[in-house]
């Protein structure tokens, strides 16, 4: 490549030595020059979009192609989400036990890291050693899950003030049809909510996850859940 010895000039210049960080930077020069991968920034050399003093000078990000530069940025934002976890901002649990220092003293986050219908991605810290990881699948995660679901049932179970009124549900006790309802994800994402239901007229509650009579699916205060668990062949005929 003709231009090259320019390029070494302009590095020289600027270092003023032929040392290590001299050799290793006309090495990068070189590696990104003849990556097969890297097509773009080789042509733009050749035609003087990019000056032997700007190749000279260039970061490894910046001489790198698009699909690695992509690639760092993939990861960048990875690496973000697993230490996004300031203990301020986390739950203190003892369900989670370090592997490094075996104690049970844990801060925890949850994030969707993946597509909605996944479990979200539990990034825990240690509040004894530092200690960071992330959760998948595990006996302690599973124990934890369970802990918040039931914390998730006592927190929702229906204060009268934040459920939604409906008439769709009748009280197996008083037999009336004034009721109250909240719904909460006490399964899996994947499987329906769980919906809990306050009567309005004697207090009774009681939860549902299917319904005995289905009225039109059509019908304005149908909750989702319920117009979607209804079986096919029990369904009405569009209103």
């Known amino acids: 490549m003709a231009k090259w010895p320019l390029t070494q000039t302009h ?3 600027e270092l003023k030595s032929t040392d290590m960080k001299y050799r290793n930077r006309v090495r990068s020069r070189i590696s990104n020059l003849k990556d097969p991968r890297n097509p773009s920034l080789r042509q733009n050399v050749l035609s003087g979009a990019i000056s032997p003093g700007l190749i000279a000078k260039m970061t490894a990000e910046e001489m790198a192609s698009d699909e690695l530069r992509e690639l760092r940025n993939a990861m960048t934002q990875e690496a973000i989400r697993e230490h996004q976890m300031a203990k301020t ?3 203190t649990t003892d369900l989670l036990r370090c592997s490094k220092c075996k104690k049970k003293n844990c801060t925890y986050n949850q994030v ?3 597509s ?3 479990p979200m991605t539990t990034f825990v810290l240690c509040n004894e050693c530092g200690n960071r990881w992330k959760e998948m699948a595990s006996d302690e995660l599973r124990e934890l899950r369970n802990a918040m679901t039931q914390e998730a049932i006592r927190e929702h179970q229906m204060a009268k003030t934040g459920g939604t009124t409906t008439d769709l549900l009748r009280c197996s ?6 009721c ?3 719904q909460v994800q006490t399964r899996s994402a994947d499987e329906p909510m769980t919906t809990f239901v306050l009567c309005n007229e004697c207090g ?3 939860k549902v996850c299917m319904f005995v009579s289905f009225p039109p699916p059509c019908h304005p205060q149908m909750l989702p859940s319920m117009r979607n668990s209804i079986p096919t062949d029990r369904k009405r005929a569009p209103c």
């Open 204 to 206: 009774n509650r009681w």
């Open 173 to 178: 006790k008083c037999k009336k049809k004034n």
């Open 112 to 114: 969707q890291t993946r």
């Open 116 to 118: 909605a219908d996944e």
């Open 180 to 182: 109250t309802y909240n």
């Open 89 to 91: 901002g986390g739950t």
């Open 11 to 13: 590095i020289y210049q």
